[in-house]
């Protein structure tokens, strides 16, 4: 099978199985949603800032070390792993002794169980087997991404069903903490090979991860700098909406982009001389992240009460705003897997911390006008722009890469784009039934997206190198499914 055909079956398994895998967890949000109250979903978004924190402390980035790791063997393999468990052990532990603390200090005591039940996450996680570093280091996607799914949903079942008899918050709990146990157990019971625990080179990857670990915590910090600013502002509604909306505005960028990506981050990490598979890279995320967020910005209003129900429409201006984030957010991780595959994780680090820096510092400023979601989402989205654009200048200036080529490359896709985007307008403003309007809106959308990427691609705006792979993916696409 040659390179090409092999990163293309790949794709497909990852995208079919993490399409299923979102489908059933959009149903049980939608569903859930209508069951319990944002101020239950507030609780939950305080809950989960320990237990992002606690991943954030313990990843050492021991699977991309593998991954990118030239002639890696099996018994490195079972070192990182054996790391990987020890580190999150602790760290669970530390966080379940700390809870009551924790709880104090968000000044919700009545959470303290909560947040000990959901400090063991990160150690159950931590069992998953360790041979799934190996299948996507070659590539093997289709032997493992059905456990994301099996996990899913049972977890969506046993939230939905708790949350129907109790109508609390425990539901999204023990549903995440079913989700991570299903897919440890079947890791064991479909895959051949188990990683074994070793102490022989446990710290094989620490020159790699303490840069990784430096990075993640200012990236997570990054991400999450507005959620926290809204747990400690605004009231558990408040929190519960606007971090609801967060979520959904980045459900492109994780479940739809993101798993693409996962495949990608291995085949950038395979030939450190290609430049080109960088471009390449860039390019498909964004043909596919500029109209996902232009979509979203539009239909956000309308969607806003249909999936989740009239007690949250007032939040739908917060979920338009928050959209960019589709973009910002797709193109922050490919930029930073692209320059990490280099096994430049510093230079990763020093941008991280310097936009938070400039973010941290523009909320300062501008604290006074953000006195609510819509607000907040209006500033975030306007962080997250300028994250896109430095981010892609980063990537030029560590990779050595034209940035003038991926400039025009985010023209040509933010052009194709704004002709779906006045289409899908023109047409919520027909009279015609609301789903039927938007069944409308989505089907013209997408068809007119690539009729005018066929249409720019013949012109000059891509760079001569994009167009050309633009017509071979067109023909791969083609030939394949049609």
């Known amino acids: 099978m040659t390179e090409s055909n092999r990163l293309l079956k790949s794709s497909s398994w990852v995208l079919v199985v993490s399409w299923l895998n979102r489908a059933m967890g959009l149903v049980s ?31 050492f980035g021991v699977e991309q070390y593998y991954i990118q790791k030239k002639d890696a063997t099996l018994n490195e393999l079972n070192s990182c792993w054996s790391f990987n468990l020890l580190i999150k052990l602790l760290v669970s532990v530390l966080l379940f002794i700390a809870s009551p603390l924790i709880a104090e200090a968000f000044d919700k005591k009545n959470l303290t169980l909560a947040f000990q039940a959901i400090s063991l996450l990160p150690a159950l996680n931590a069992f998953n087997n360790g041979y799934i570093f ?55 019971i479909i895959l051949s090979y188990r990683t074994k625990f070793t102490t022989s080179q446990l710290l094989i990857s620490f020159a790699f991860g303490k840069w990784m670990i430096l990075k993640n915590i200012v990236g997570h910090a990054r991400a999450k700098f507005d959620v926290w600013y809204a747990a400690s502002t605004f009231s558990l509604h408040s929190i ?49 992240a500029i109209p996902s967020a232009v979509g979203l910005y539009l239909l956000a209003d309308d969607l806003t009460p249909l999936l989740l129900g009239d007690e949250w429409t007032e939040y739908g201006p917060v979920l338009a705003n928050l959209a960019v984030l589709t973009l910002s957010f ?44 819509t607000s907040l989402s209006a500033f975030r989205a306007s962080i997250g722009i300028f994250m896109l654009f430095s981010g892609l200048f980063w990537l030029s200036y560590c990779l050595e890469l034209t940035f003038s080529r991926l400039l ?73 499914f049609f």
């Open 330 to 373: 797709t193109a922050g991780n490919v930029i930073s897997d692209a320059i990490i595959s280099r096994g430049k994780v510093k230079h990763v680090f020093v941008y991280d911390l310097s936009t938070l820096l400039i973010s941290v510092a523009a909320l300062a400023f501008f604290h006074q006008f953000i006195s609510s979601p």
């Open 134 to 188: 190996h299948l996507k280091r070659t590539l093997a996607f289709q032997k493992f991404v059905t456990f994301s799914a099996a996990g899913q949903l049972i977890g969506s079942v046993c939230s939905v069903a708790i949350a129907f008899i109790y109508e609390t918050y425990w539901a999204l709990i023990i549903g995440l903490g079913v989700n991570t146990g299903i897919q440890v157990l079947l890791s064991y």
């Open 408 to 480: 025009r490359a985010l023209t040509g896709s933010s052009i194709a784009a704004a002709i779906m985007g006045g289409c899908i307008a023109f047409s919520l403003t027909l009279p015609i039934p609301f789903y039927l309007s938007l069944m409308l809106s989505v089907s013209l959308g997408i068809g007119v997206y690539f009729a005018a990427l066929f249409l720019v691609v013949k012109t000059v705006i891509f760079s001569q190198e994009d167009r050309h792979t633009l017509t071979a993916m067109m023909r791969m696409i083609s030939a394949r």
């Open 29 to 59: 949000v939608f569903i859930l949603a209508r069951l319990l109250s944002p101020e239950a979903f507030g609780a939950f978004a305080v809950l989960t800032i320990t237990v992002q924190i606690a991943d954030v402390l313990t990843n």
């Open 240 to 288: 519960g909406g606007y971090n609801t909306m967060k979520d959904i505005a980045m459900l492109p960028a994780r479940e739809l982009i993101g798993p693409v990506f996962q495949v990608l981050y291995s085949y950038m990490s395979q030939e450190k001389a290609s430049k080109e598979r960088i471009y390449v890279t860039c390019l498909m995320m964004l043909l596919i």
